[in-house]
């Protein structure tokens, strides 16, 4: 049978699965499994009988890889253990990356397993960027902006150099913009800076997160309001963000549909909050050559681009309005100071890829 890549991203009810040729070159097919755990794995192994695939390696998708991880890994039992250790740097996703692993390591005995880290594409950013106000043993100690998305950003990076080498090795900010969002500032494919710190609430308003708070806010609820901790973790993840602030919905379309104040208003913070990161990762860059969009909204809103774009007008952005609507690969006019790009992300394509690297070494 024809050998195979298998990539994983487990979620909290549903893993989602990726089949890839062994050089990680070629898509097979790609869905989501409604089940998780060995219910998962065991839809997961008939997926690959049906594709009439031998499964060669196995790639996840893991959150947080902590400080010890820059790179992806070869998952053995001593790995699998720190993995659990970062659980509480990232609990809502984090133990769900854990438990796939176990389950695709029980289904698919004697394959190698890769876990590739969200944050890790992020490492290469300098201390201040890291590292938050507080007495610095707490930054020796692993309390840092880690960021995310790195996978996504790692594959627009390679992206780049492909369809627009003319700034690629420029300064870039890329707006992974979906249910989760944030922003990274590249420059020459490197991570300089980017919205989300320590953990995935922090930037850009998100589907039900709330995006960067005054911390105030959050002492106000515990200490004044009586908020217990659970309760509090449950607002900042769950119950903000645009389905808090619209009282409708956390998805954009509806929004967009949406024909009351509170929609109005959920949709105009959101595109506010996103030209505001922009400005500041270009004050990190020192300069802006593109601006490139990524993700669900980010793909496939152009009156969200738009309306983000228009915010930058003083920075000399702009779009057109046909290749705009169109989704074209590049949105604005010469007449643009800088790019703006439309980029359709691939995470599992970077982890196949990786998997894929392991076994040429």
């Given at each position: 049978?024809?050998?195979?890549?298998?990539?994983?991203?487990?979620?909290?009810?549903?893993?989602?699965?990726?089949?890839?040729?062994?050089?990680?070159?070629?898509?097979?097919?790609?869905?989501?499994?409604?089940?998780?755990?060995?219910?998962?794995?065991?839809?997961?192994?008939?997926?690959?009988?049906?594709?009439?695939?031998?499964?060669?390696?196995?790639?996840?998708?893991?959150?947080h890889?902590?400080?010890?991880?820059?790179?992806?890994?070869?998952?053995?039992?001593?790995?699998?253990?720190?993995l659990?250790?970062?659980?509480?740097?990232?609990?809502?996703?984090?133990?769900?990356?854990v438990?796939?692993?176990?389950?695709?390591?029980?289904?698919?005995?004697?394959?190698?397993?890769?876990?590739?880290?969200?944050?890790?594409?992020?490492?290469?950013?300098?201390?201040?960027?890291?590292?938050?106000?507080?007495?610095?043993?707490?930054?020796?100690?692993?309390?840092?902006?880690?960021?995310?998305?790195?996978?996504?950003?790692?594959?627009?990076?390679?992206?780049?150099?492909?369809?627009?080498?003319?700034?690629?090795?420029?300064?870039?900010?890329?707006?992974?913009?979906?249910?989760?969002?944030?922003?990274?500032?590249?420059?020459?494919?490197?991570?300089?800076?980017?919205?989300?710190?320590?953990?995935?609430?922090?930037?850009?308003?998100?589907?039900?997160?709330?995006?960067?708070?005054?911390?105030?806010?959050?002492?106000?609820?515990?200490?004044?309001?009586?908020?217990?901790?659970?309760?509090?973790?449950?607002?900042?993840?769950?119950?903000?963000?645009?389905k808090?602030?619209?009282?409708?919905?956390?998805?954009?379309r509806?929004?967009?549909?949406?024909?009351t104040?509170?929609?109005?208003?959920a949709?105009?913070?959101?595109?506010?909050?996103?030209?505001?990161?922009?400005?500041?990762?270009?004050?990190?860059?020192?300069?802006?050559?593109?601006?490139?969009?990524?993700?669900?909204?980010?793909?496939?809103?152009?009156?969200?681009?738009?309306?983000?774009?228009?915010?930058?007008?003083?920075?000399?952005?702009?779009?057109?309005?046909?290749?705009?609507?169109?989704?074209?690969?590049?949105?604005?006019?010469?007449?643009?100071?800088?790019?703006?790009?439309?980029?359709?992300?691939?995470?599992?394509?970077?982890?196949?890829?990786?998997?894929?690297?392991?076994?040429?070494?």
């Amino acid at each position: 049978m024809t050998p195979a890549i298998l990539t994983l991203n487990a979620g909290s009810s549903t893993v989602k699965y990726a089949l890839f040729s062994g050089d990680g070159g070629t898509e097979f097919t790609r869905g989501t499994i409604e089940e998780t755990g060995a219910a998962a794995m065991a839809k997961a192994l008939e997926v690959t009988r049906s594709a009439g695939v031998t499964v060669v390696g196995v790639g996840h998708r893991v959150v947080h890889g902590g400080t010890r991880f820059s790179a992806p890994v070869v998952i053995d039992d001593e790995v699998l253990g720190l993995l659990e250790g970062f659980v509480p740097l990232a609990p809502l996703h984090q133990p769900h990356n854990v438990s796939g692993i176990k389950a695709a390591r029980a289904a698919f005995q004697g394959v190698p397993q890769l876990a590739c880290f969200d944050t890790a594409f992020h490492r290469t950013r300098d201390f201040l960027e890291e590292t938050f106000a507080l007495p610095r043993r707490y930054y020796d100690e692993g309390v840092r902006r880690f960021g995310f998305h790195g996978l996504s950003y790692q594959f627009i990076a390679t992206q780049l150099r492909e369809v627009a080498p003319d700034v690629a090795s420029g300064k870039v900010v890329v707006a992974h913009l979906g249910s989760g969002a944030s922003m990274c500032a590249m420059s020459n494919g490197r991570s300089v800076a980017t919205t989300m710190g320590f953990s995935t609430i922090d930037g850009i308003p998100m589907g039900t997160r709330t995006g960067t708070i005054d911390p105030g806010v959050l002492l106000y609820l515990l200490n004044q309001k009586g908020m217990t901790l659970g309760a509090l973790e449950a607002l900042l993840y769950k119950e903000s963000g645009l389905k808090g602030l619209s009282g409708v919905s956390n998805d954009m379309r509806t929004l967009l549909a949406t024909d009351t104040q509170e929609a109005r208003d959920a949709v105009e913070y959101f595109v506010r909050r996103c030209a505001r990161e922009v400005a500041s990762l270009a004050t990190a860059l020192g300069g802006l050559d593109a601006l490139v969009f990524t993700a669900g909204i980010g793909e496939r809103s152009a009156v969200i681009r738009a309306r983000i774009v228009g915010h930058l007008a003083w920075l000399g952005l702009s779009v057109d309005e046909a290749a705009n609507t169109s989704n074209a690969l590049l949105i604005s006019p010469p007449s643009s100071r800088a790019k703006v790009l439309v980029l359709p992300t691939n995470e599992e394509r970077c982890i196949a890829e990786a998997v894929a690297q392991l076994a040429q070494r």
